[in-house]
């Protein structure tokens, strides 16, 4: 089993809709929790951190389920401009610093 | 200017020769991780280093060598590059924060194609 997976997609959407995504994580020791956006050939850029209690930015929520070990990101009334790809990634408890990545889903929102 | 500036930014070799990616960051940043990215794969860590006498491998360090020659500059060399290392690379830096707020920022990468 990967150590983080996540539903590769695409998730084609229209805009204004809401979207989630779920990446779940083996590792139940795992600590940290991030989103990372990345656009077609671009280096990938942080969203946002998943805090336990569960954080909004704007239209974006993500939250942190540790009982069953997903986080999730939801984005409300998409805009074109979401369209990218979404990782999530993780830091395990023995990783120190280092980051695992998921392989990312893509979001694809259509006018 | 980018922070962390990756060169080549595209490279096209034959197998069995030697070649070399560099990163550079003005970001101040101790830590330095190299990655690659394959399709279906995610981000897979290489090599890391939390300062400049601190070498360590990550998960796919086979192939692959580093240098740390300052705190700003961190190599990957590939010294028979071989096919399946076709992929995109790239650098990353860290500050090094404790408690899960160590946020990772990204090089524009190097789209290396061995033939």
């Known amino acids: 089993r990967k150590e983080v997976e996540q539903d590769p997609g695409p998730f084609n959407v229209p805009e204004g809709a809401t979207v989630a995504f779920n990446c779940t994580y083996s590792?139940?020791?795992?600590?940290?929790f991030f989103w990372y956006r990345q656009d077609c050939r671009k280096e990938p850029k942080l969203l946002m951190s998943?805090?336990?209690s569960g954080n909004e930015d704007g239209r974006f929520t993500a939250q942190l389920n540790r009982a069953s070990q997903y986080i999730s990101l939801l984005i409300r009334d998409s805009k074109l401009s979401d369209s990218a790809t979404y990782l999530c990634a993780v830091i395990p408890m023995e990783y120190g610093n280092k980051l695992v990545f998921g392989a990312g889903t893509i979001l694809r929102v259509k006018s | 200017d980018a922070d962390v500036t990756q060169t080549p930014r595209n490279r096209i070799t034959k197998t069995g020769k030697r070649i070399m990616l560099e990163c550079s960051q003005t970001k101040g940043h101790d830590r330095m991780y190299w990655y690659r990215q394959d399709p279906g794969l995610g981000l897979r860590l290489i090599y890391y280093s939390f300062d400049v006498k601190d070498i360590n491998k990550g998960e796919i360090s086979d192939g692959y060598s580093v240098s740390r020659q300052a705190q700003a500059k961190f190599s990957l060399s590939l010294e028979s590059a071989i096919p399946n290392q076709t992929a995109l690379y790239f650098c990353a830096t860290s500050r090094g924060l404790a408690g899960g707020t160590d946020t990772q920022y990204f090089g524009p990468g190097t789209r290396l194609t061995v033939l």
């Open positions: 590792n139940s020791a795992s600590q940290s």
């Open positions: 998943v805090y336990s």
